[in-house]
């Protein structure tokens, strides 16, 4: 996605998590309890990846979208398709996504990522700004324009 920044890996993590439970130093209880909420975002809101499940290695994880910010008001933090965050990085000026991989058969679950998203990204990101067009460059795009000027002014009351 265009506007998507500051994206943490949380992969070493995750490694670190699985060569514990090799070790036995960690059961496979403690890491395969995804909670029924989990579990039903993932059904309902879920991407299907091509990855098999590190655990069970019978069922392929499933990647949930997970949105906080002020601007998202009641639903921050709720689950979110793939498909609608373009929708509303392109609505709101920046909102927190985590993706959270989850098996739905034995119930592992781990952060993946994290990162930003939303219109904030498009003022600063002049490195690719070949193809925002004219529908972006009305407001905070467009420092030349006249009509960005007193606009900016009233953002910063
Ligand atoms: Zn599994």
Redesign the pocket.
């Known amino acids: 996605m265009r506007t998507q920044r500051q994206v943490v890996d949380y992969s070493l993590r995750k490694r670190a998590v699985l060569r514990e439970l090799l070790a036995g130093r960690v059961g496979t209880y403690d890491v ?1 309890d995804a909670s029924p909420y989990l579990k039903n975002a993932a059904r309902f809101h879920g991407e299907a990846t091509e990855e ?8 392929n ?1 499933t990647h949930v979208h997970y949105i906080y910010g002020d601007e998202l008001k009641q639903s921050a933090g709720q689950a979110r398709t793939l498909a609608e965050l373009p929708v509303l990085a392109m609505t709101l000026r920046e909102f927190q996504v985590f993706v959270v991989e989850v ?6 679950n781990h952060l993946v990522e994290q990162f930003l998203l939303g219109r904030d990204g498009l003022a600063g990101g002049v490195e690719d700004g070949s193809d925002q067009g004219a529908a972006g460059a009305s407001a905070a795009t467009a420092p030349g324009a006249d009509p960005a000027v007193p606009r900016r002014r009233e953002a910063q009351r």
Request: overall charge positive; hydrophobic content about 25%.
């Open positions: 395969c098999r499940c590190p655990i069970c290695r019978s069922e994880l098996c739905l058969g034995c119930g592992w």
